[in-house]
C-alpha cells in the first residue's frame, strides 16, 4: 500500500485543539495529530440529525482514546436572508474563536482549489488563508487524497456527511460540477494554488 504522505506548514503547538466534525478530512488530521501531540478535539452540531449522530460518535471516540473534547451548538437563530451553510459557519467560527486555545482546521489543498474557484466567480483572487483569529489551517499544502492515505492505512473510522452530495449548497456545487470542468481546462490548477500557499507567510 502507498504511503500517505502529509504536509504541515508552520509550527503546530504541542498542546493543541482539532475542529472534528467526523469526516474523512477531520479525523485523518486528529489521528495524525494525536500522536504527537497533546490534542483537545472541538465538534460543533449544526443541529441536524446527522450532527447529533456525528456528535455522538465523536464523544465515544474520544472517550475510547481518553481525549478531551468540548461541543458547540448553534445558539442563534439563522436570518431569512442567510443561507444554512453562512449561517453554520458563521456560528461555528464564532464558537471557534471563542476558544483559549489554537485550534487546527483540516482544510486541505482541494479545499483550497475549491475556495480559489469560488472566490473567482466572485470576483476575488485569493484562496482559504492559514490563519482565522485563533484557528490555523496547517495543512492547506496536503491534498484530499493523501488524508484518505492515512485512513485507510492506519484503520481510521470516520462518519460520511449525507449533505456532502447536496448540490443545493454553493460549494458542493462548486466541488462537484465546476470543479471538474476547471480541472479539464488546467489539470495543473492544485500546483498552481499549492505555489501561492507556499509563498505565503505564516506566522
Same mark, same amino acid.
Given at each position: !500500500?502507498?504511503?500517505?504522505?502529509?504536509?504541515?506548514?508552520?509550527?503546530?503547538?504541542?498542546?493543541?485543539?482539532?475542529? @472534528?466534525?467526523?469526516?474523512?478530512?477531520? !479525523?485523518?488530521?486528529?489521528?495524525?495529530?494525536?500522536?504527537?501531540?497533546?490534542?483537545?478535539?472541538?465538534?460543533?452540531?449544526?443541529?441536524?440529525? +446527522?450532527?447529533?449522530?456525528?456528535?455522538?460518535?465523536?464523544?465515544?471516540?474520544?472517550? #475510547?482514546?481518553?481525549?478531551?473534547?468540548?461541543?458547540?451548538?448553534?445558539? /442563534?437563530? $439563522?436570518?431569512?436572508? !442567510?443561507?444554512? #451553510? /453562512?449561517?453554520?459557519?458563521?456560528? $461555528?467560527?464564532?464558537?471557534?474563536?471563542?476558544?483559549?486555545?489554537?485550534?487546527?482546521?483540516?482544510?486541505?489543498?482541494?479545499?483550497?482549489?475549491? =475556495?480559489?474557484?469560488?472566490? !473567482?466567480?466572485?470576483? &476575488?483572487?485569493?484562496?482559504?488563508?492559514?490563519?482565522?483569529?485563533?484557528?490555523?489551517?496547517?495543512? $492547506?499544502?496536503?491534498?484530499? %487524497? /493523501?488524508?484518505? &492515505?492515512?485512513?485507510?492505512?492506519?484503520?481510521?473510522?470516520?462518519?460520511?456527511?449525507? =449533505?456532502? =452530495?447536496?448540490?443545493? +449548497?454553493? $460549494?458542493?456545487? %462548486?466541488?462537484?460540477? @465546476?470543479?471538474?470542468?476547471?480541472?479539464?481546462?488546467?489539470?495543473?490548477?492544485?500546483? @498552481?494554488?499549492?505555489?501561492?500557499?507556499?509563498?505565503? =507567510? @505564516? /506566522?
Amino acid at each position: !500500500m502507498e504511503q500517505s504522505v502529509i504536509k504541515v506548514q508552520g509550527k503546530i503547538p504541542r498542546d493543541v485543539g482539532i475542529a @472534528v466534525s467526523g469526516g474523512i478530512d477531520s !479525523m485523518a488530521v486528529l489521528d495524525f495529530l494525536r500522536r504527537n501531540h497533546n490534542v483537545t478535539v472541538y465538534n460543533f452540531d449544526h443541529g441536524t440529525l +446527522f450532527g447529533e449522530y456525528v456528535t455522538d460518535y465523536i464523544v465515544r471516540y474520544c472517550k #475510547e482514546n481518553n481525549l478531551p473534547y468540548k461541543i458547540g451548538w448553534l445558539t /442563534e437563530k $439563522r436570518p431569512r436572508y !442567510m443561507s444554512k #451553510e /453562512e449561517h453554520w459557519r458563521n456560528e $461555528r467560527y464564532k464558537w471557534l474563536t471563542a476558544q483559549n486555545q489554537t485550534i487546527v482546521l483540516a482544510h486541505h489543498l482541494d479545499d483550497c482549489v475549491e =475556495s480559489w474557484i469560488f472566490n !473567482m466567480c466572485n470576483g &476575488k483572487d485569493y484562496t482559504i488563508p492559514y490563519r482565522h483569529a485563533n484557528c490555523i489551517r496547517p495543512f $492547506r499544502l496536503t491534498p484530499k %487524497i /493523501e488524508l484518505e &492515505k492515512w485512513i485507510n492505512q492506519h484503520e481510521v473510522k470516520w462518519a460520511n456527511d449525507p =449533505s456532502n =452530495s447536496d448540490t443545493t +449548497f454553493k $460549494r458542493n456545487y %462548486i466541488r462537484h460540477s @465546476v470543479v471538474p470542468v476547471v480541472m479539464g481546462v488546467n489539470p495543473g490548477l492544485p500546483k @498552481v494554488i499549492a505555489k501561492r500557499i507556499a509563498a505565503e =507567510s @505564516v /506566522e
